[in-house]
T-cell receptor, first 114, second 114 residues
Framework: TQLLEQSPQFLSIQEGENLTVYCNSSSVFSSLQWYRQEPGEGPVLLVTVVTGGEVKKLKRLTFQFGDARKDSSLHITAAQPGDTGLYLCAGPNAGGTSYGKLTFGQGTILTVHP | DTGVSQDPRHKITKRGQNVTFRCDPISEHNRLYWYRQTLGQGPEFLTYFQNEAQLEKSRLLSDRFSAERPKGSFSTLEIQRTEQGDSAMYLC????????????FGPGTRLLVL
């Protein structure tokens, strides 16, 4: 069973601060996805990282995939109240009929105070 | 809107009643997934379809749960004899079967069993 562990579980910061969320596993993933979810809504895809060592930027968000494809990080620069939400990492199972089924981390609840 | 849609968005029911949820995937997507999410946690896989074939069911899916995708388009998830522990957000996602596929989520159905 492939597991993803996210840290921290909760993050409460002031507007303008920087933060990093980590997603770790003992298993290799073919790709990792980051989602953001607001209360009462479904997860919205932010990015998919595919290649070991890959770095992707989305405005103030920087995503990195570990060289061994076992971990990923999300860094937010100068956080804003609009960044508040639940951040989830997820990776697809590989092989057999489970291919494509996503395993999610437990999520990081981010609150950015004005 | 050409995204994944789910109906209803909210459902309140009494313990012991049956409920049915519907998911309409993105039109050209041939894979459809159901997940369950409890408050503050990441989604957990329930089952998935490739076209009309149900390829995998999680251990979380007890005998009271059944899912169908009769014509390979929309899908329904039925819960019989609901229990309070069934209260959760039920999420549907769809994807196009390609390597390193991306799943797109609907807004979810929030179920509350009283």
């Amino acid at each position: 069973t492939q597991l993803l562990e996210q840290s921290p579980q909760f993050l409460s910061i002031q507007e303008g601060e920087n933060l990093t969320v980590y997603c770790n596993s003992s298993s290799v993933f073919s790709s990792l996805q980051w989602y953001r979810q607001e209360p009462g809504e479904g997860p919205v895809l932010l990015v998919t990282v595919v290649t070991g060592g890959e770095v992707k930027k989305l405005k103030r968000l920087t995503f990195q995939f570990g060289d061994a494809r076992k971990d990923s990080s999300l860094h937010i620069t100068a956080a804003q109240p609009g960044d508040t939400g639940l951040y989830l990492c997820a990776g697809p199972n590989a092989g057999g009929t489970s291919y494509g089924k996503l395993t999610f981390g437990q999520g990081t609840i981010l609150t950015v105070h004005p | 809107d050409t995204g994944v849609s789910q109906d209803p968005r909210h459902k309140i029911t009494k313990r012991g009643q049956n409920v049915t949820f519907r998911c309409d995937p993105i039109s050209e997507h041939n894979r459809l997934y159901w997940y369950r999410q409890t408050l503050g946690q990441g989604p957990e896989f329930l089952t998935y379809f490739q076209n009309e074939a149900q390829l995998e069911k999680s251990r979380l899916l007890s005998d009271r749960f059944s899912a169908e995708r009769p014509k390979g388009s929309f899908s329904t998830l039925e819960i019989q004899r609901t229990e309070q522990g069934d209260s959760a957000m039920y999420l549907c996602a769809s994807s196009l079967r390609v390597i390193k596929e991306t799943q797109y989520f609907g807004p979810g159905t929030r179920l509350l069993v009283l």
